[in-house]
Antibody
């Protein structure tokens, strides 16, 4: 059974960089044609896709985040990571790491999520 | 504003059948598969339906999905109190080149 687990600080100061890591177990980030993604859900609101990466290193990011996103993958540690720069209170959300089912298909597995609050 | 459009709320009584709609465009639902997710309070979304109408193992056959053109629907039959949750449709958008979601439908079991 594949599992994804987010880790990282729960509190980030405004203008700083949010950094999260997702550890994958029960599967390999190099397997199949899956992509590895980050999403978020502000309190009481819907889901927003942030970006994704293939194990090859190919990435795609949501343009609404205005170039603040970097996603990387570590195939040796079976992890992938998110960096979101210049955060504001609007970036406060539950952040999910997830697996995409393949090319042109949405998410099939989700991590449990981690709340990140942006505040001084 | 979400790329896919869902009603904000839906409701039904135990045993009833309810449906939740999801509307998109030719560059999203019209061209790609639709997935459905259930999100219980305080938990992560869970895959309910994939590739329009397929159920992952462990999902009861009370849940079913369909797609026609640029719209899709999730049907829940034999409604139970434990079905009370938020339901999201998901897809892919060709313009964004990424996954997209509806705004979510809050299902209340009366």
């Amino acid at each position: 059974q594949m599992q994804l687990q987010e880790s990282g600080p729960g509190l980030v100061e405004p203008s700083e960089t949010l950094s999260l890591t997702c550890t994958v177990s029960g599967d390999s980030v190099t397997s199949g044609s899956y992509y590895w993604s980050w999403l978020r859900q502000p309190p009481g609101r819907g889901l927003e896709w942030i970006g994704f990466i293939y194990y090859s290193g190919s990435t795609n990011y949501n343009p609404s985040l205005n170039g603040r996103v970097t996603i990387s993958v570590d195939i040796f540690r079976n992890q992938f990571s998110l960096k979101l720069s210049s955060v504001t209170a609007a970036d406060t959300a539950v952040y999910y790491c997830a697996r995409g089912h393949g090319d042109w298909e949405p998410i099939d597995y989700w991590g449990q999520g981690t709340l990140v609050t942006v505040s001084s | 504003q979400s790329v896919l459009t869902q009603p904000l709320s839906a409701s039904g009584t135990p045993g009833q059948r309810v449906t939740i709609s999801c509307s998109g465009t030719s560059s999203s639902i019209g061209s790609f598969y639709v997935y459905w997710y259930q999100q219980l309070p305080g938990t992560a979304p869970k895959l309910l339906i994939y590739r329009n109408n397929q159920r992952p193992s462990g999902v009861p056959d009370r849940f079913s999905g369909s797609k026609s053109g640029t719209s899709a629907s999730l049907a829940i039959s034999g409604l139970r109190s434990e079905d009370e949750a938020d339901y999201y449709c998901g897809g892919w958008d060709d313009n964004l080149s990424g996954p997209v979601f509806g705004g979510g439908t809050k299902l209340t079991v009366l």
